[in-house]
């Protein structure tokens, strides 16, 4: 399974879309990053694309007016995240990057879901054999 690692531009377009939280931390995870809100992720990157966990309702109407992408490695995308359309992340008019605004709201929209659902509990430290 290949992973596509982020490049800086990626991962600065990430955090500029992700909702300026005191809640949200935004972790490295294995040469990308993901944001968390009561430690779930509501929104991860993988190479250039963003992907979101959103209601089921949230997500029908994102599937079906856009041009989504498997969130994750081709041969394993993760399943319950939506990856945002790629071509959000072209350049727009006057040099400006894809549809950020779009992005943003979409990510909002994550955030406040996963920031509903119960905290994860940390996990049990595991025993020396």
């Known amino acids: 399974m290949e992973m596509a690692n982020a490049s ?7 955090r500029s ?3 300026d939280n005191p809640g949200v931390v935004v972790k490295p995870m294995f040469g990308n990053l993901g944001a968390f809100v009561n430690g779930n992720m509501f929104a991860g990157l993988f190479g250039s ?3 979101l966990k959103l209601s089921d309702a949230d997500r ?3 599937e079906s007016t856009e041009r989504t ?3 994750g490695p081709a041969e394993r995308p993760m399943g319950g995240y939506t990856g945002l359309p790629e071509v959000w992340n072209t350049e727009g008019e ?3 990057g894809g549809d950020d ?3 943003s709201a979409w990510a909002e929209k994550a955030f406040e879901y996963v920031a509903g ?3 994860k509990a940390p996990k049990a430290a595991k025993s020396r054999k």
């Open 60 to 62: 029908q109407v994102l």
């Open 101 to 103: 605004a779009q992005a």
């Open 17 to 19: 879309v992700v909702p």
């Open 8 to 14: 800086d531009e990626a991962k600065e377009r990430f």
């Open 69 to 71: 992408v498997p969130f």
């Open 49 to 51: 694309t963003i992907g």
């Open 117 to 119: 659902l119960p905290p």
């Open 94 to 96: 006057g040099g400006r």
